[in-house]
């Protein structure tokens, strides 16, 4: 029967340790900004906006090409992701940890040690893994990066509408507050009509 070559600490069957700060992580509370803009905290461009996701298996890809480097833990994952993508991408430990306990299971990866801050490794079956989905995997952190930059233009046009909002409603007569409110409802109206299309 073929073994496993597990990395040295590792335990069949351990189960990945909830990381202390896990429950502060999770997914955004809805909820508006300053302007009503349903973004949350920091508005569209914040750590939880446009540019700062990705979907789960980009997560898990960028997860395995950062094994294939080094050891490392959650955290160390998660900083790790977000330099190499100078900033675009940050994903949550909501994301990261839970797709940590899927590897373990799926005997691609295994921890190194215990505690919170346990390190984790590629298995053998994860070296094969990497080297047969290069591509895939590598495509992780294209993908991370092009939205953002696709994004760019569109987001920095809607920061400065919200600024000359901001000034409207705050320093604007009635007469003005009125007529931009019309004009953004006319303006979103047609953004709906133009995604219909």
Known sequence: ????????GFRPGAQIPPHPRFRHHGAPTPGADY?????????????????GRARKGDVRS??????SEAPTNGY????????????AWRPSPGSVY?????????????????????????????????????????????????PWKEQGDLLTAARKLAGVVRQVATEGTPEQR????????????????????
Not at 108 to 118: D, F, K, Q, V
């Open 1 to 8: 029967m073929h073994r496993m070559n597990h990395p040295r």
């Open 35 to 51: 302007m009503g803009f349903p973004f949350g905290a920091g508005g569209p461009f914040g750590p939880r906006g446009f540019g």
């Open 62 to 67: 960028a997860i395995l090409s950062l094994l």
């Open 76 to 87: 160390g994952l998660i900083k790790a992701i977000h330099a190499k993508t100078e900033g």
């Open 98 to 146: 839970p797709t940590l306990q899927q590897l373990v299971d799926e005997g691609l990866i295994a921890p190194t040690s215990e505690g919170a801050r346990a390190e984790y490794a590629l298995t053998d079956e994860g070296r094969a893994h990497v080297a047969e989905h290069e591509d895939e995997i590598a495509a992780a952190w294209s993908q991370s990066r092009n």
């Open 178 to 197: 009125a007529s931009a409110t019309t004009k953004l409802d006319d303006l979103r109206r047609e953004l709906y009509r133009m995604l219909g299309e």
